[in-house]
């Protein structure tokens, strides 16, 4: 029986961690939000183990955010810290430009609704439509549409915002 | 001529969408032009939008091993089990400590008259007397673990332990349900959370097999036991251990032996069904060096908890193909909570 969430932990566990990562920006807590979905799902024994995990992973991300929020109205002195950590493999230039890149994307993202951002990810996290569906509780039908426009927008404000490397994109292809 | 929608083609291009539809829009898109070329602008769109979103991804580190997880999650399950029947347990126990305790006050007013009897034999002993629970600093004395195992066995005889079940009575009523008295091992055999397997098997200690110097048995530390076994020798929490013994190899029986805070040891055996059921046998049938009035009893017997009261007892749980065990001078009904506890905390660990 701890079969199958065994070998969903094994191919899911990395997506788990990106679905977090992408919402609470931390890579340390998004491998802890991660492991609790996981120690969580051993405890439920989920039917649909696959989509619980995701549903978790977006409740804990939120439970998250609202608590940051609460931190963050007691700490008036925050400095802004930059929003991602360099790269390490890389040398200082590509680091800089990599974390450009990062910060541009995830500014993108932030343009989205709310829901075009949450079937993005799930979708990128390798959800089907119909699990899309049941976990942001639209029509199975309605997924390809949000989808479409999730894509269209998140291109479109990555470019406005970042023209050089769309020329630069566009000079690859 | 219908073109087709935008959504479609997402849909199409994410596989999600069935064999009939994906038919219909193959043959519309090979004929026809426009709907192409928007597959290839929308396919082009998919990549790049996922090519985006892979900048947005953590570094990447090793997983932790799905075991880690899964012994973490057992432990945390374990604590809330724990929490749920701390009460019951501590009850149970304190319980059954406070009544030796008390029973031996009416019985032995003089403490120094006790106190002795840690270090005598049993047949002299003064045969009523709880001894290692009427002398709780004994517990303090660094004797060791064998000498303590040694001083323990005695057989209760009859009209003590009568006597003592009618002086418990009173404090039973503020003890938890568990500890109640004599027909509390009743009560427990119908409870519906009974594990199935579950049974009040008679027990000594198994002293004789455990000294050091038996040559088969082991005396290892907690982590020498878990380096040499690969398992982590079954043991109750909280408690300090005095001693952790392994025999065999490849399905190993571990003893730890840990002490109450009164004195008493309690022992946790684990193995393969056969090694520990013959190791609670061969003591059993040693019950002949010390003349008993009556074998143990069985909990399904009349007055099984008076005649088990205070005496040594051994509550065995059978897991499949192995046994879990514990030995230790506390009445059934304790030892029911306790290894009904050790079940919890210890399945899905094997």
Same mark, same amino acid.
């Given at each position: 029986m701890t079969d199958e969430l065994e070998q969903l932990y094994q191919t899911t566990y990395t997506a788990v961690v990106r679905f977090l990562y992408r919402k609470v920006w931390d890579a340390d807590r998004a491998e802890d939000l991660a492991q609790e979905v996981f120690m969580r799902a051993l405890h439920h024994?989920?039917?649909k183990p696959r989509a619980w995990v995701f549903a978790v992973a977006a409740n804990l991300a939120r439970d998250e955010a609202r608590a940051a929020i609460r931190r963050k109205r007691h700490l008036t002195l925050l400095k802004t810290e930059p929003l991602v950590q360099p790269a390490r493999t890389e040398s200082p230039d590509d680091a800089v430009e990599h974390d450009e890149e990062l910060t541009t994307v995830h500014e993108a993202l932030a343009v989205l609704t709310p829901r075009d951002r949450e079937v993005l990810l799930l979708w990128d996290a390798g959800l089907s439509y119909p699990e899309i569906a049941e976990q942001t509780g639209l029509a199975v039908g309605a997924v390809g549409t949000t989808l479409a426009r999730a894509r269209k927008r998140l291109v479109d404000a990555y470019e406005r915002q970042h023209p050089e490397a769309s020329q630069r994109h566009a000079a690859h292809s | 001529m219908r073109h087709i929608p935008e959504e479609e083609l997402h849909a199409y291009l994410d596989q999600a969408l069935s064999r009939s539809q994906c038919v219909e829009i193959e043959s519309h898109l090979a004929a026809c032009e426009r709907c192409r070329a928007e597959r290839d602008a929308i396919a082009a769109l998919r990549d790049r939008t996922t090519a985006l979103l892979s900048t947005?991804? /953590?570094p990447r580190r090793i997983a932790p091993a799905f075991e880690e997880l899964a012994a973490r999650q057992a432990e945390r399950d374990a604590r809330h089990q724990h929490r749920a029947r701390n009460f019951a347990w501590a009850a149970s126990v304190v319980a059954a400590l406070g009544i030796g305790w008390g029973a031996s006050g009416l019985m032995q007013p003089a403490p120094s008259a006790a106190a002795p009897a840690v270090a005598t034999?049993?047949?002299?002993?003064?045969?009523?007397?709880?001894r290692t629970v009427a002398t709780p600093?004994?517990?303090?004395? /660094?004797?060791t673990p064998v000498r303590l195992a040694a001083a323990r066995p005695v057989p209760a005889r009859a009209q003590p332990a009568a006597t003592r079940s009618a002086v418990r009575a009173p404090a039973a009523d503020d003890a938890a349900d568990t500890a109640s008295a004599a027909p509390a091992p009743t009560r427990l055999a119908q409870s /519906?959370?009974?594990?199935?397997?579950l049974e009040v098997s008679s027990g000594r200690l198994p002293d004789d097999d455990l000294r050091?110097?038996?040559?088969v048995w082991r005396t290892l530390s907690l982590d020498g036991a878990r380096a040499e076994t690969g398992i982590i020798p079954t043991r109750i929490e909280g408690l300090p251990i005095m001693q952790v013994q392994v025999r065999g190899g490849q399905r190993p029986v571990t003893v730890v032996a840990q002490q109450l805070k009164s004195g008493e040891v309690i022992r946790t055996i684990e193995g393969p069904a056969a090694e520990v059921s013959s190791l609670l046998a061969r003591n059993d049938s040693s019950l002949d060096r010390t003349p008993s009035t009556s074998p143990w009893p069985t909990v399904?017997?009349?007055?099984a908890s008076a005649s088990i009261q205070g005496r040594e007892g051994a509550m065995t749980l059978r897991r499949g193909d192995r046994i879990l065990a514990i030995t230790a001078p506390l009445p059934s009904d304790s030892l029911l909570a306790i290894i009904r506890r050790l079940n919890v905390e210890t399945r899905g660990q094997k």
């Amino acid at each position: 029986m701890t079969d199958e969430l065994e070998q969903l932990y094994q191919t899911t566990y990395t997506a788990v961690v990106r679905f977090l990562y992408r919402k609470v920006w931390d890579a340390d807590r998004a491998e802890d939000l991660a492991q609790e979905v996981f120690m969580r799902a051993l405890h439920h024994r989920p039917e649909k183990p696959r989509a619980w995990v995701f549903a978790v992973a977006a409740n804990l991300a939120r439970d998250e955010a609202r608590a940051a929020i609460r931190r963050k109205r007691h700490l008036t002195l925050l400095k802004t810290e930059p929003l991602v950590q360099p790269a390490r493999t890389e040398s200082p230039d590509d680091a800089v430009e990599h974390d450009e890149e990062l910060t541009t994307v995830h500014e993108a993202l932030a343009v989205l609704t709310p829901r075009d951002r949450e079937v993005l990810l799930l979708w990128d996290a390798g959800l089907s439509y119909p699990e899309i569906a049941e976990q942001t509780g639209l029509a199975v039908g309605a997924v390809g549409t949000t989808l479409a426009r999730a894509r269209k927008r998140l291109v479109d404000a990555y470019e406005r915002q970042h023209p050089e490397a769309s020329q630069r994109h566009a000079a690859h292809s | 001529m219908r073109h087709i929608p935008e959504e479609e083609l997402h849909a199409y291009l994410d596989q999600a969408l069935s064999r009939s539809q994906c038919v219909e829009i193959e043959s519309h898109l090979a004929a026809c032009e426009r709907c192409r070329a928007e597959r290839d602008a929308i396919a082009a769109l998919r990549d790049r939008t996922t090519a985006l979103l892979s900048t947005l991804a /953590p570094p990447r580190r090793i997983a932790p091993a799905f075991e880690e997880l899964a012994a973490r999650q057992a432990e945390r399950d374990a604590r809330h089990q724990h929490r749920a029947r701390n009460f019951a347990w501590a009850a149970s126990v304190v319980a059954a400590l406070g009544i030796g305790w008390g029973a031996s006050g009416l019985m032995q007013p003089a403490p120094s008259a006790a106190a002795p009897a840690v270090a005598t034999t049993a047949p002299q002993a003064p045969p009523a007397t709880p001894r290692t629970v009427a002398t709780p600093t004994e517990g303090a004395v /660094p004797e060791t673990p064998v000498r303590l195992a040694a001083a323990r066995p005695v057989p209760a005889r009859a009209q003590p332990a009568a006597t003592r079940s009618a002086v418990r009575a009173p404090a039973a009523d503020d003890a938890a349900d568990t500890a109640s008295a004599a027909p509390a091992p009743t009560r427990l055999a119908q409870s /519906p959370r009974r594990p199935a397997m579950l049974e009040v098997s008679s027990g000594r200690l198994p002293d004789d097999d455990l000294r050091p110097d038996s040559g088969v048995w082991r005396t290892l530390s907690l982590d020498g036991a878990r380096a040499e076994t690969g398992i982590i020798p079954t043991r109750i929490e909280g408690l300090p251990i005095m001693q952790v013994q392994v025999r065999g190899g490849q399905r190993p029986v571990t003893v730890v032996a840990q002490q109450l805070k009164s004195g008493e040891v309690i022992r946790t055996i684990e193995g393969p069904a056969a090694e520990v059921s013959s190791l609670l046998a061969r003591n059993d049938s040693s019950l002949d060096r010390t003349p008993s009035t009556s074998p143990w009893p069985t909990v399904a017997g009349g007055n099984a908890s008076a005649s088990i009261q205070g005496r040594e007892g051994a509550m065995t749980l059978r897991r499949g193909d192995r046994i879990l065990a514990i030995t230790a001078p506390l009445p059934s009904d304790s030892l029911l909570a306790i290894i009904r506890r050790l079940n919890v905390e210890t399945r899905g660990q094997k």
